[in-house]
Structure formats: C-alpha cells, structure tokens
C-alpha cells in the first residue's frame, strides 16, 4: 500500500487546525465536517469509505464503507484532490478544544490503534478499518466497545484529542493505568486490557467508574486530559433541565448573585 506523500502544518493552541499541501494529484481524506478551507484548484468528492478499495470494485467500495458503519462514523469521506498545476493548500479543524496529533504510520509499524471518534484526516491511501476487542470484558467495560478504528497505511494520519496531550512511550513489560475514556490512541504492539478499580469504598464513592484500562508496552501511547464524552456530560449537567434554572457557579445568592457578578442574562 502506497499513500500519498503530504506536507502539513499545525496551527492554534486550544482549538487547532492541521493546514496539508498538495503537489498536483495528490490528495487527502477526510472525515465529513472537518473542512475548514481550501484553496482554489483543489476538487472535492464525496466518496465511500475511506478511499483505499477505489479500484477493487463494487464489493471493495461496499466493504470499505461497511467498516465505517460499524464504528458508528458516516458511510461516505470527502476527498480532496489537488488538480492544479501547482501546490494547493487544503485545511482541516478540530472539533472541540484539544490537540491534533499527526501519526506516521510508516513510523509505527503500518498500523495505529485509535478510539471511534478520533480520526480527523489522512493521505489518500490510509486505510480506516476497525479493530474488534478479543475479549468479552474488554468490550464490556473498555469504555470504546467491542469496536476501536485502526489506520494502515504508510503516509500521514491525523487524530484529535481532548485537552492536553500526553505521549508515553512504554518499554517493554511496562503498564500505564488510564481512565478508558482518555485514551486516544496506541501502536500496534501495546496490549491493552482492563481492570477491575478494586475495593468496595472505590468502586461506590470513588467516582473515577468500575474498571480502567491497563496498556502494556512495548509501544507509544496517546493519551488526553478532557474526553469528548466527559466534555458533554459536565455541559449537560450544567444546563437547564425540564424548564428549570440553570445550574450556577456556586453562588448561595442564586440570581442575585448572578446580577452581581455580571452573569446577568435577559
């Protein structure tokens, strides 16, 4: 499998987005609704799956397409060709506040290991499959489901996360114990399981849920401090419910407090 070879960079800080540069006919996939800007030249095509079966026929399409369904990602990608003469530029956002990660996968053994909702953009070439959990507890407990994405290929790849950025890399034997829902994404040879928190004080008042997820090196490992899903669950919390008043930021003065501080909203 071959990829096309892109150049990018990375701007912003909290909310960045990935800027690729196409030589003329390369192109790059994307997930639908990470466009961000493109300059003129550059072709845009709605196509199935992620672009790597486009020359294997009907069933290859079919396959490719399937895989994404089962992740719970659209059926279709966009593709974005260069048909210019020249380089073009195209541009890609994150979707919330975090980091965008590139992979190279030719660095990784051809394979990298990623949560459902992380992938962002790849060359044209990187396959986006998924990953099946072998066993019944991590599937159950893991936080990501029987079903993670997995991106083969040799070009660049690029993931988003949450928050911060944390890379670990983990020598051989070596644990890192995570929150499944702050994972982001792994290499090929880290084996991850999860793991029961333990004792009864934990598992009830803790607050930190049942079970966490243990990686084993050897390997690289991503990890983010603010999970999309943790993200979401606190905006909910704080919202209005059933007509109610909103919740406030601990002011025992209520909406008086709120006049006073200059949250006031009419």
Do not use: W
């Not at 210019?84 to 975090?98: D, I, L």
């Not at 030719?106 to 953009?121: H, M, P, T, V, W």
């Not at 829902?181 to 607050?207: A, L, M, Q, R």
């Not at 008086?256 to 009419?266: A, E, I, M, P, V």
């Amino acid at each position: 499998m071959t990829s096309h070879e892109i150049d990018y960079h990375i701007y912003g800080e909290e909310m960045q987005y990935v800027e690729i540069e196409l030589d003329p006919q390369e192109a790059v996939v994307a997930e639908a609704g990470s466009f961000m800007m493109m300059d003129t030249g550059i072709h845009m095509d709605t196509i199935f799956g992620d672009g790597s079966n486009q020359t294997q026929g009907v069933m290859g399409k079919l396959f490719s397409a399937g895989k994404r369904l089962l992740t719970g990602e659209s059926l279709f990608m966009t593709v974005f060709l260069n048909q210019y003469h020249g380089k073009r530029k195209v541009s890609f956002a994150s979707p919330y506040p975090g980091k965008i990660v590139p992979i190279d996968l030719s660095e990784y053994g051809g394979r990298f290991i990623c949560q459902k909702d992380a992938f962002l953009c790849a060359a044209k070439g990187v396959s986006v499959g998924i990953e099946f959990s072998r066993k019944l507890g991590r599937g159950l407990f893991g936080g990501e489901g029987f079903i993670m994405q997995k991106l083969e290929g040799d070009g660049m790849a690029f993931v988003h996360a949450g928050g911060t950025l944390a890379r670990k890399e983990l020598q051989a034997g070596e644990v890192l114990k995570v929150d499944t829902g702050c994972i982001v994404g792994f290499t090929k040879d880290v084996h991850y399981d999860i793991e029961f928190v333990g004792g009864i004080k934990n598992s009830i008042f803790g607050g930190e849920g049942l079970f966490y997820a243990t990686l084993r090196g050897p390997g690289v490992v991503y990890i983010q401090s603010l999970p999309f899903s943790r993200l979401a669950g606190r905006i909910y919390a704080s919202a209005p419910q059933g007509g109610g008043q909103q919740r406030g930021e601990g002011s025992i003065l209520g909406g008086l407090g709120n006049l006073l501080d200059g949250d006031n909203r009419f």
